[in-house]
């Protein structure tokens, strides 16, 4: 086959393509960094004659023009399956829900479960040799998504990399509707702020529990990144990768010599992820790399998958921790933050891995919008507030006052431990809270 006359044929403009979208549709935009962008504006320009239209997508770097337009949730309604900073506030606008997942659920989700999707519009790298257009660093559930989309169209975008791995990591040019080119926009750069002496003081504390050989999940921000930088600078070594998302860490410690993945019982020599967010290093990092393993997420945030690799090192955010070891990870009592994500895939399948730890870490306070101290670790979670990670699931805990283990321990000895690791200026009125919820004992002290 003549994959290059195929590719002609297919060529579109945004306008024609949008044309396929009905009133009352579902319409994909793909995720992250291939969120649709050429088709999204040609769409927002059909606004007066469309109505409740429903949109779908994740951690987007921009609002979508969709949203934008005049009495914009009139016509539009945008579902996340995980929020960025930009989707929490098109919350408050309205017009924009979040779709509760567990994330390593989410391709069987499109298969089984969605409404069927009239159109999917989202960006792919440039179509290699054999015909494929690579999703770039954003495999995840693309391909079960485009198994349930009746039109298909892609935006080639020649700053995608093209990310390999062989497992559900691109679409074939004969599985598409149409090709749509541009003027290729940068992928949307998601950086870190600098490590606090509070993040570096948790990441020491985490890292001194890291073995040689130990396989590694990060999740997104500054603590984890702190893990990374120290992981980087530290003596570790033939560490392995297999995480939900790929961040810049994991650059830092490849060019450090740290990673071989030689001692991984899965996928020996590849850092396998979900999808990947982060500055421009990380793209050139993935473009073409054959040690990087791009797969769907049910093989990633699978915790049979995750158990089969020893010394699993499991580390993850936290919104705020309450007395009994519940852990909210994505909102702030009803303000939703985030999402689900994987986190509690992780958390579990690291217990299960032979060696594995979960470590969720926070600082123990947060300034208020008055700038009073409020502490992180509460004798129960806000109300409205959601467990991302149930009690009997949560493993390690770590604030800059130190790290606690809970498997196994009672609920006093929860109170007690949980406590232990608050800021000081709270201890106390936990400990009150704690005699009135009858999870405290006297001796304690």
Not at 62 to 68: D, E, G, H, L, T
Request: charged letters at 20%; a negative charge; aromatic letters at 8%.
């Amino acid at each position: 086959m003549d994959y290059q006359e195929l590719y002609q044929s297919k060529l579109t403009t945004p306008q024609e393509a949008v044309q396929v979208v009905r009133s009352g549709d579902w319409v994909d935009y793909g995720w992250c960094t291939g969120t649709a962008d050429l088709l999204d504006k040609a769409l927002a320009d059909r606004y007066e004659e469309l109505t409740d239209v429903k949109l779908r997508g994740g951690i987007i770097f921009r609002k979508p023009a969709v949203m934008s337009v005049p009495d914009a949730a009139s016509h539009f309604t945008w579902n996340s399956w995980h929020m960025s900073g930009i989707e929490r506030k098109m919350v408050a606008e309205g017009g924009c829900f979040y779709a509760p997942i567990r994330y390593s659920e989410l391709p069987r989700y499109y298969r089984e479960n969605v409404e069927p999707i009239r159109a999917a519009f989202f960006q792919v790298a440039p179509m290699d040799s054999q015909g494929w257009f690579s999703f770039g660093p954003n495999a995840s559930h693309m391909a079960a998504m485009c198994q349930r989309a009746e039109y298909i169209f892609v935006e080639v975008n020649r700053n995608m990399p093209r990310c390999l791995g062989g497992i559900e990591n691109g679409i074939h040019i004969s599985q598409v509707t149409g090709i749509v080119e541009g003027d290729s926009p940068e992928l949307g750069q998601l950086g870190s702020a600098p490590a606090s002496e509070v993040d570096k003081a948790v990441a020491q504390l985490i890292v001194e529990q890291i073995p040689n050989g130990a396989c590694l999940q990060l999740g997104i921000g500054g603590m984890p990144n702190a893990v990374g930088s120290l992981i980087a600078q530290s003596d570790l070594k033939d560490l392995g990768v297999h995480t939900e998302m790929y961040v810049d860490a994991f650059v830092d410690i490849a060019m450090a010599g740290k990673i071989t993945g030689r001692n991984k019982a899965l996928d020996r020599g590849r850092q396998v992820y979900a999808f990947g967010a982060g500055t421009q290093k990380l793209y050139d990092y993935l473009n073409d790399n054959p040690e990087c393993m791009s797969t769907p997420v049910d093989y990633t945030n699978d915790a049979r998958v995750i158990a089969q690799l020893d010394n699993f090192i499991s580390i993850n955010n936290a919104v705020d921790v309450d007395l009994f070891g519940q852990v909210n990870a994505e909102s702030a009592g009803t303000r939703h933050i985030s999402g689900a994500g994987g986190q509690l895939d992780f958390v579990m399948g690291a217990y299960l891995s032979k060696g594995g730890k979960s470590f969720i870490c926070c600082s123990s306070t947060m300034k208020a919008k008055d700038g009073t101290l409020r502490s992180r670790i509460r004798p129960t979670l806000t109300e409205g507030s959601i467990v991302t990670d149930t009690r009997a699931n949560t493993h390690y805990l770590v604030t800059e006052y130190g790290m606690v283990n809970l498997k196994g321990a009672s609920t006093w000895e929860r109170a007690e431990k949980i406590i232990s690791i608050a800021h000081p200026d709270f201890r106390e009125e936990l400990i009150q809270a704690a005699e009135q919820m009858h999870i405290w004992r006297r001796s304690n002290k």
